[in-house]
Structures are given as structure tokens and as C-alpha cells.
């Protein structure tokens, strides 16, 4: 694409160190499945009057990991034109959006911890909530004053609130653990698999 535009001199960035230092010639390519990858980069490297490999790593290059993210996910729709893109940048990553405010000081799962203590629903509880927090309170299970979650394969998931999911999911992000992963795809996998946000609408509870 950039030799069909006419560039002349380029700078290519990758967060893969491997490839990048390969590309610079620091790394010798052994894998046969990537020798013709290399012997393709280094063709199209010689159009250029001036080309330069950088490593940047992958949270100082969010923004393209989440376009990348986004582009493997839509078909390619051939000619057909496609509208461009308004990417606003915000102060904060979109997970913080995804934490719900709790209204009212208490935390989502506090109706179910006190079920469990005390064997008894809230007072302020109509027929329909009360079934509901019965129902809901056969997959918890409370340890001290520590609520869990079964899991299918009975594994223990600790509910959070919304200042602890927070606190955990800028952890998550910042690399505090090292993840072997982007932060897109693990924010995603900790919403969908250990820690849950109930909201009550309309008489009814709902997971978010």
C-alpha cells in the first residue's frame, strides 16, 4: 500500500520484538514457515529510498492493537466503499464505562450475602425479588464475610464491588502481572468470567 502511494521513505512499527529485530537483520530467521515472510520484507524494502524497523511496546501502541483488534473482526467487503472511521480518544479506557455506579452505598451482592447470613430476604424485598435472590443465592458461597461465586466446573470466582473492580481492572491494565496478553482481550475475559455487577430495574435483577 505505501509503494502504491509513492512513499519514499517509511518507518515501519511492530510490538513483536522477534519480527522487528528479524526484520533489522540483528535476529536470524530459523522457522522455514517464515523464511519467505522475511524474503518478502526484504523486496519490498529496497522500493524505498529510506525504511526504518522500531519496536514499540504493546501499551505504548493501544490504538493500533485495538484498529488490528477491530479490522480481523469485520469481513473484507471488497470494493465496496467503506465510510472512515471517527475514533475518539479518551482520558480513561472504555472498561471504566463498563463498572456500573452503585446508587446506593451498598454493593451489588449484598442482598445475596445477607440471604446467606441470615437466611432471610430484605424486608423491602416484593415476592418476585425474594424468588429471585432465592435462586440466585444457590450458585453463591460465603466464607467469612467473603462472597463467591460457583463456577460450572466448581471453581470459586470472589465478587467484587464496584471501587474493588476498579482498583483490580487498572491492576490488569497497568501489566502489574505481567499478562500475556493485550489488555482489550483480558479486560474482556475478567468481565466475562469472574466478576459480576448486579443492577436492579423494574422489579427485576439483571447481570451487566
Known sequence: ???????????????????????QGEWK????????????????????????F??????????????????????????TYITPLEIQVRDQH?????????PDGDPWYSDIKNFLKTGRCSEHANKSQKRTIRRLANVFFLSGDVLYKRTPDLNLLRCLD???????MNEVHAGVCGPHMNGYVLAKKILRAGYYWLTMEKDCFHFV
Open 1 to 23: 500500500m505505501a509503494i502504491d502511494l509513492g512513499v519514499q521513505e517509511l518507518i515501519v512499527l511492530g510490538d513483536s520484538d522477534l519480527l522487528i529485530r528479524q526484520a
Open 29 to 52: 530467521t530459523r522457522d522455514l514457515k517464515l523464511l519467505p515472510y522475511r524474503k518478502c520484507v526484504e523486496d519490498l524494502s529496497k522500493r524505498f529510498r529510506y525504511i526504518e
Open 54 to 79: 522500531r519496536y514499540i511496546p504493546r501499551f505504548h501502541n493501544d490504538l493500533a492493537d485495538a484498529l488490528a483488534t477491530l479490522a480481523s473482526m469485520l469481513p473484507y467487503p471488497g470494493n
Open 94 to 102: 472504555g472498561y471504566c464505562n463498563t463498572v456500573e455506579a452503585e
Open 162 to 168: 464496584a471501587e474493588e473492580a476498579e482498583k483490580i
